[in-house]
């Protein structure tokens, strides 16, 4: 998702049935409709991102007979017309300024920052309830129904409610009409190519040999990728689905001469030497994408921190929010151990007439980060450790355990733990036997360590790989109320695990350019 004004979970599905389902006789209006997501600002810019997407949609689906429903995958999924969609289910309480019929079904847009701000644009609404202190733990009692007491004069009736629905149809259509003629005007008439550059990331240079390792994407179809000596295809873990496959995360041998000035000014990683001052661990977070959940990385740090000085934390950036941004600038003030990384979207521009390729990295871009992790710790980590903000090893000791296997198995690369089915909520005291444990597919669901210094350059298709026994140890997705971390001796942060409120729709705090496009 593009740190843009999308809607969060709206967007994010118009954009997954469009990538999903379009057909590539529409491409430059595919091309459009990405473009317009990827820079919206304004409710005015993502309705004409659901015109864009819907014009190509309404042309690819199968119909309902009888109305205006579209049918995709064969029947698996059914998206309502807007006439069915108003008279069945839910709407949103702001379309008849808050006044509902026995028709209705469900209201939503009960936001209370929007309450009664009548120049509000997201969704003015009135409460149709007289009480606003809602009782809740009244709900099991079998007076519930006492707590609905309802504003009479926002009760309407079916025929009314129904009009005023038409009349919104009706104003949605014209709406709709301009969106596409602006549309229309956009879309360019040059045939969209595929590019041919290397999105080079990072560049990690040993401390004798000439060549170079990079680590960077590019289209599978690049008739450039013949050329790169030691080319591999990065695949840690085993291939999921993905939306497009068009990108593949690569890493290669390149050879830097001098008169190549364009490389001067990309920072480079020196792979030195082993040093007995190695620290036992490095953890790396995924890719912090849109991020705004500032307890759940809280959470990650203060677990890990508890292993004491000889672990360095590697946190990736791509955008966060500003609350997220202030709490990382102090915690970094006094914790030394802990780097940011920027990770920023792949240089692109409108103008280029080329595909958008941060629409088509979804999961590659997250395999090169953990590679990155992997050779920007060699020789200075004992394990490398890839995991979840909330993910936590079961073993009371895990240096020793890790000691252990690594010295049984001489010629292991990559240890991967188990991953409970279950998330369990720390401030509960619930026990699970161990009988009843269970587990997922540790080929998709697991935590990967790497042993750095057994991975040597230039890197090879396969990593030889051990998973742990879950009756040994295993990891498990764990959940706070409430986690506090001290930074310092007079210094404390606390926040909530989970999100309090509805998607804010800040603008986020977005990490500097960090690739080379060569």
């Known amino acids: 998702m593009p740190s843009s004004f999308h809607y969060s979970d709206s967007g994010g599905l118009m954009a997954i049935f469009l990538m999903k389902f379009y057909d590539k006789n529409y491409i430059n209006l595919y091309i459009t409709c990405l473009n317009i997501f990827s820079t919206s600002i304004t409710v005015s810019n993502y309705k004409k991102f659901c015109v864009c997407v819907n014009s190509i949609l309404k042309q690819v689906s199968e119909f309902d007979n009888g109305n205006d429903s579209q049918i995709y995958d064969n029947g698996k999924i059914k998206i309502l017309s807007k006439e069915k969609s108003y008279q069945n289910f839910i709407r949103h309480i702001s379309i008849s300024n808050s006044k509902w019929a026995p028709q209705d079904f469900?209201?939503?847009?009960?936001?209370?920052?929007?309450?009664?701000?009548?120049?509000?644009?997201?969704?003015?609404?009135?409460?149709?309830?007289?009480?606003?202190?809602?009782?809740l733990h009244q709900c099991s009692n079998s007076m519930f129904i006492d707590q609905w007491e309802y504003v009479p004069k926002l009760i309407s009736d079916n025929f009314t409610i129904t009009n005023l629905l038409n009349t919104k149809i009706n104003h949605l259509e014209e709406e709709h009409f301009m969106y596409e003629k602006d549309i229309n005007n956009i879309i360019p008439n040059e045939l969209i190519s595929n590019d041919s550059f290397f999105y080079i990331r990072s560049i990690?240079?040993?401390?004798?040999?000439?060549?170079?390792?990079?680590?960077?994407l590019s289209r599978r179809q690049n008739i450039r990728l013949k050329n790169v000596a030691h080319l591999n295809e990065i695949q840690i873990n085993s291939m999921k689905e993905s939306i497009n496959d068009s990108i593949g995360a690569y890493s290669g041998k390149i050879s830097i001469k001098r008169k190549e000035k364009q490389f001067n000014k990309f920072k480079k990683t020196i792979i030195k030497g082993k040093n007995d001052k190695i620290n036992t661990f490095a953890v790396c977070t995924p890719i912090l994408h849109n991020f705004e959940l500032p307890g759940k990385l809280l959470q990650f740090i203060k677990y890990w921190s508890v292993f004491g000085n000889k672990v360095k934390i590697s946190i990736y950036f791509h955008s966060w929010t500003k609350n997220i941004d202030k709490m990382i600038k102090k915690i970094t003030k006094y914790k030394k151990n802990i780097e940011i990384i920027d990770w920023s979207n792949l240089p692109y521009t409108i103008k280029s007439n080329?595909?958008?390729?941060?629409?088509?990295?979804?999961d590659k871009g997250q395999e090169l980060a953990n590679m990155d992790c992997v050779l920007r710790n060699k020789n200075k980590a004992k394990y490398v450790v890839l995991s979840r903000l909330d993910q936590e090893?079961?073993?009371?000791?895990?240096?020793?355990?890790?000691?252990?296997?690594?010295?049984?198995?001489?010629k292991v690369q990559v240890i991967k733990f188990m991953l409970q089915d279950k998330i369990i909520n720390k401030d509960k005291k619930s026990v699970i036997k161990k009988n009843e444990l269970k587990f997922l597919d540790p080929d998709f669901y697991n935590l990967i360590i790497f042993l750095p210094d057994r991975i040597s350059l230039p890197l090879k298709d396969?990593?030889?790989?051990?998973?742990?026994?879950?009756?040994?140890?295993?990891?498990?997705?764990?959940?706070?109320?409430k986690v506090t971390f001290n930074v310092s001796k007079n210094n404390t942060i606390?926040?909530?695990?989970?999100?309090?409120?509805?998607?804010?729709?800040?603008?986020?705090?977005?990490?500097?350019?960090?690739?080379?496009?060569?």
């Open 393 to 410: 090893i079961v073993h009371k000791n895990i240096p020793h355990l890790l000691d252990k296997i690594s010295k049984e198995k001489k």
């Open 204 to 216: 990690f240079q040993l401390e004798h040999p000439q060549n170079n390792i990079m680590l960077f």
């Open 106 to 135: 469900m209201l939503q847009g009960f936001e209370e920052k929007y309450g009664y701000l009548e120049m509000n644009e997201y969704g003015y609404w009135k409460n149709p309830l007289y009480n606003y202190n809602f009782r």
């Open 494 to 518: 606390s926040w909530y695990s989970l999100p309090l409120h509805h998607w804010s729709r800040n603008f986020f705090v977005k990490a500097k350019n960090s690739w080379f496009k060569y």
């Open 354 to 362: 080329k595909f958008d390729p941060n629409f088509d990295m979804i």
């Open 462 to 481: 396969k990593f030889e790989t051990t998973i742990v026994n879950q009756k040994l140890a295993y990891t498990r997705i764990v959940g706070y109320q």
